[in-house]
């Protein structure tokens, strides 16, 4: 058996082996992941554990991974399968020639795994600590852990979100969290209201309850740790629904509108051709 207290060390993380959780801590350089630098550590029991697998990695590694069950982990709730490989806190990077030892603990940890994949319950890993805040491009998140503030900037915000003002959701009135990551179009971080709520719009920049992303702006490493953690407010509240809404379709005057921008953002060569063709597809999927 792995003794209490092992360290397996890769690139950008280490795992420090415990008699009931794995202890991740990543490093702080320059090269590590940004998301990985604002995580700091994070302890994984193992109840929160569904499998490992070890796996030939790129240019001479092997890669360590934990499998975490559904709905154990808030972060990756959040995320929704929206995080790049190299940014997933489950992945350790080893080189090749370690194979043998990876091979050891990986052993060693599925020997002490007593779970499937069932979803959890509960969040068993812990959400990131607050009180948390960033930029989007239409104004300020904030989070203390109670309620959560929105903050116009007069640069960025619709007219939409100038008449209904700055606003305050306690965590109480909410159902869950939608995080589109920052990386793809029209990213954004919306509220999730209650169904007694008056119904929100399709489109994030035209919703009081949500703020939209853009370049430099909601980055993974500030706003998906601020999506978490306000999800697990919410499952904690007793009112949690999955991180992802599908919603309904949208209205035909709503989608040429966003065809209509589209274009715009093509012909001004912000989108390329194979992003332009894509997401005109999917808007007109949705009709």
């Known amino acids: 058996m792995a003794r209490m207290g092992d360290v397996l060390a890769g690139f950008h993380a280490a795992w420090e082996f415990e008699s009931d959780s794995v202890l991740i801590r990543f490093e702080r350089g320059i090269r590590s992941p940004k998301l990985f630098q604002a995580l700091g550590e994070r302890r994984i029991p193992l109840e929160a554990i569904a499998a490992v697998t070890l796996t030939p990695g790129k240019r001479g590694t092997v890669v360590l991974r934990a499998v975490p069950r559904p709905g154990a982990d808030p972060l990756v709730e959040a995320a929704a399968g929206q995080l790049k490989e190299g940014c997933d806190p489950y992945r350790l990077v080893l080189p090749a020639e370690r194979e043998t030892l990876a091979e050891?603990?990986?052993?060693?940890?599925?020997?002490?795994?007593?779970?499937?994949?069932e979803p959890a319950e509960r969040y068993l890993v812990s959400p990131p600590e607050g009180p948390l805040q960033f930029k989007?491009?239409?104004?300020?998140?904030?989070?203390?852990?109670?309620?959560?503030?929105?903050?116009?900037?007069?640069?960025?915000?619709?007219?939409?979100?100038?008449?209904?003002?700055?606003?305050?959701?306690?965590?109480?009135?909410?159902?869950?969290?939608?995080?589109?990551?920052?990386?793809?179009?029209?990213?954004?971080?919306?509220?999730?209201?209650?169904?007694?709520?008056?119904?929100?719009?399709?489109?994030?920049?035209?919703?009081?309850?949500?703020?939209?992303?853009?370049?430099?702006?909601?980055?993974?490493?500030?706003?998906?740790?601020?999506?978490?953690?306000?999800?697990?407010?919410?499952?904690?509240?007793?009112?949690?629904?999955?991180?992802?809404?599908?919603?309904?379709?949208?209205?035909?005057?709503?989608?040429?509108?966003?065809?209509?921008?589209?274009?715009?953002?093509?012909?001004?060569?912000?989108?390329?051709?194979?992003?332009?063709?894509?997401?005109?597809?999917e808007l007109l999927a949705e009709l």
């Open 136 to 281: 989007a491009y239409d104004g300020k998140a904030s989070f203390d852990g109670k309620s959560v503030s929105f903050r116009w900037f007069w640069t960025g915000a619709s007219s939409a979100k100038w008449k209904a003002g700055d606003q305050s959701f306690p965590v109480a009135d909410l159902s869950g969290v939608e995080w589109r990551s920052p990386e793809v179009f029209e990213g954004h971080l919306r509220l999730l209201r209650r169904a007694s709520a008056p119904a929100q719009p399709a489109q994030a920049d035209q919703d009081p309850a949500a703020v939209v992303f853009g370049l430099g702006y909601g980055p993974v490493h500030e706003s998906l740790p601020f999506a978490a953690a306000v999800l697990a407010a919410v499952r904690s509240a007793g009112s949690a629904v999955p991180a992802v809404s599908a919603g309904g379709r949208r209205d035909p005057a709503d989608i040429a509108e966003r065809i209509r921008h589209l274009g715009e953002l093509h012909k001004a060569g912000l989108v390329t051709d194979e992003e332009f063709s894509v997401k005109k597809a």
């Open 104 to 117: 050891y603990y990986a052993d060693e940890l599925r020997g002490q795994l007593t779970v499937d994949d």
